[in-house]
Each structure stands twice: as C-alpha cells, then as structure tokens.
C-alpha cells in the first residue's frame, strides 16, 4: 500500500519520504520517527497493532479510504520491540537526522538500525538470555550433505558443521536460535519443511546469491584478516562456509557491522568447543531448567 495524505490523493512529501524507505523493506516493520513517537502506517499498522496492544487510528485518505496509523512513544520503544520479535516480526528503525527547527522543508530521516529476532542486540529486548544465536542452514540434495554455520551476537562465538539431515536439526535443537535464515531456493527441501512443520524457530529466507562457495571464503578472509581459512581448521568444511558466509552478509544487510568481537571462526567439534546432544544438555540444565525445558517441549 502506497500512501497519500492530501486531500487530492496526491502525495505529500512526507509520505513521499516514507513510501521510499518503505519500497526498499517490503517485508519489514517501519517504525518512522515523528516527534516523541515512531508511527506506522498502513498494512505495518495493520500488522502491528493488534501485537503491541495499541489503538489502531488514521491519517488522512487514500482514494477515499482512511490509511491506517499506530504509533509508540520513543522513550518505550525497546518494550515494543520485544513484543514483535516475539511474534517473529523485523523492524526497520527510521530516525529524523536533522534538528525539525532547522530543517528547510521535509525533515531529513534515514535508516538507522533493522532489527531481526536473530540480531537484537538491544539492551531490554533481548531479554536475559546469555546468548543470541542467528544460525544459517544450507541441504545439497545431490550429496545429502547439509551445513550449519551459526553466530553468537552476545559473545562473539562463531561455529560451523556439516553432516546428515537428522545431524544438523540435531543441532538446531540444541541451539534453539532466535532465527535461521536459509536460501530461497530451499523453501522445500526436507530440514525446511521439518522445521516448518515442528515450529518454534523464526525461519528466514535470503536470496539465493548469497549462497556461493567461493565469495562466501574470500569475504570471510577478508572479515578475519587473513589468508586462508585453513588457519581456522575449516577449509574442509564446504557448506559450513557457504553458511557462514550468507551470515555475514545477512549481518551487513541488516547494519550489524560491530562486529569487533567476533575474531575466530571453529568447526563445532573442534578441540576448543565439546559438543553435547540435546538430552545431554536438557538434563544438566545447561541452557534452561528441567521445568523450563518441560514447558518447551
């Protein structure tokens, strides 16, 4: 939906302004500064509302219907936030770059932040959780080899592995990342349709280029400052990098580029990382206490 606010059904510039940053995230919340608040029009509105608990009202007309609006106060933005990654949504964090007293006519805004269930880093969204995981999943259905790569945003742990279907949803488990993103291209392949199927991970799929072999080592050597990636003990590993190489680029999509902490790429069965089944973990209360885990399940 393309928004107007005059009374001709022409656009104004500030529905212009938004209908362009909007146009770029389709599939994104747009929480667009105005004032004191972040508003959301339109179907964001539509969608949003309903999930934050907020009033759903109107802005003006639209070939004669009203547009939609809901808007948060700025200073309780990261409550909201929450609420909608819960519901696996994505928000896009539009902000006003120019004091509105000084601004000769439409005040200047622009992308500061985008905001996925995998990369919340945000204190107060996030929650308690000592780690957040964005992990990544690739199936070659002519070897029946599949590849995981997943990053800790909290503490900078970067892992990869390989192996069969039931190997890495074994892992998935264990992991129960905030959200897995995944090729276009794998929209039905069989870990997808698992997952799909059993629910509880925010699935995300990304395009299909930013799954290729060879770009995926050479930006990770370029990320790391290094050579090879032979130095990581993962050169092996084919469909791992191809994993690791989307996340990062998923990461750049998404302007997670604080990446300081993030110095090492392993194999997740490496002599620095000791990898536990599900049931392993589950008993020993290493992530979540037996009551909490019985409610999992």
């Given at each position: 939906?393309?928004?107007?606010?005059?009374?001709?059904?022409?656009?104004?510039?500030?529905?212009?302004?938004?209908?362009?940053?909007?146009?770029?995230?389709?599939?994104?919340?747009?929480?667009?500064?105005?004032?004191?608040?972040?508003?959301?029009?339109?179907?964001?509105?539509?969608?949003?509302?309903?999930?934050?608990?907020?009033?759903?009202?109107?802005?003006?007309?639209?070939?004669?219907?009203?547009?939609?609006?809901?808007?948060?106060?700025?200073?309780?933005?990261?409550?909201?936030?929450?609420?909608?990654?819960?519901?696996?949504?994505?928000?896009?964090?539009?902000?006003?770059?120019?004091?509105?007293?000084?601004?000769?006519?439409?005040?200047?805004?622009?992308?500061?932040?985008?905001?996925?269930?995998?990369?919340?880093?945000i204190d107060g969204v996030i929650g308690n959780?000592?780690?957040?995981?964005?992990?990544?999943?690739?199936?070659?259905?002519?070897?029946?080899?599949?590849?995981?790569?997943?990053?800790?945003?909290?503490?900078?742990?970067?892992?990869?592995?390989?192996?069969?279907?039931?190997?890495?949803l074994e892992r998935i488990r264990v992991l129960?990342?905030?959200?897995?993103?995944?090729?276009?291209?794998?929209?039905?392949?069989?870990?997808?349709?698992?997952?799909?199927?059993?629910?509880?991970?925010?699935?995300?799929?990304?395009?299909?280029?930013?799954?290729?072999?060879?770009?995926?080592?050479?930006?990770?050597?370029?990320?790391?400052?290094?050579?090879?990636?032979?130095?990581?003990?993962?050169?092996?590993?084919?469909?791992?990098?191809?994993?690791?190489?989307?996340?990062?680029?998923?990461?750049?999509?998404?302007?997670?580029?604080?990446?300081?902490?993030?110095?090492?790429?392993?194999?997740?069965?490496?002599?620095?990382?000791?990898?536990?089944?599900?049931?392993?973990?589950?008993?020993?209360?290493?992530?979540?206490?037996?009551?909490?885990?019985?409610?999992?399940?």
């Open positions: 939906m393309k928004l107007s606010s005059s009374a001709d059904g022409t656009l104004t510039p500030l529905m212009r302004q938004y209908n362009k940053i909007k146009s770029q995230y389709p599939d994104k919340i747009l929480f667009f500064r105005m004032g004191d608040v972040y508003e959301m029009f339109g179907n964001d509105a539509i969608k949003a509302a309903p999930i934050l608990n907020i009033a759903l009202t109107s802005r003006g007309h639209l070939n004669g219907e009203k547009i939609p609006l809901a808007g948060i106060p700025h200073h309780a933005v990261d409550k909201y936030l929450a609420r909608l990654l819960a519901a696996g949504e994505k928000v896009v964090i539009v902000e006003q770059v120019e004091n509105p007293k000084l601004a000769k006519g439409i005040v200047k805004r622009e992308v500061v932040e985008i905001i996925t269930p995998g990369t919340a880093t959780t000592s780690s957040l995981y964005l992990a990544c999943i690739v199936f070659d259905s002519s070897t029946h080899r599949s590849g995981i790569a997943y990053i800790d945003l909290l503490s900078g742990r970067f892992l990869l592995d390989e192996g069969s279907k039931e190997h890495i129960s990342p905030q959200e897995i993103i995944y090729a276009q291209a794998s929209e039905n392949n069989e870990i997808i349709d698992t997952l799909k199927r059993y629910g509880g991970n925010q699935l995300t799929s990304f395009e299909d280029w930013n799954f290729d072999y060879k770009t995926a080592v050479r930006e990770l050597s370029e990320f790391f400052g290094i050579a090879s990636l032979e130095a990581f003990g993962v050169g092996d590993l084919k469909y791992g990098l191809i994993c690791a190489g989307a996340i990062l680029k998923y990461l750049k999509e998404n302007n997670r580029t604080q990446l300081d902490h993030v110095t090492k790429l392993a194999a997740a069965e490496s002599d620095d990382y000791m990898l536990l089944d599900y049931n392993t973990i589950r008993n020993l209360e290493l992530i979540r206490s037996l009551a909490e885990n019985a409610e999992k399940d």
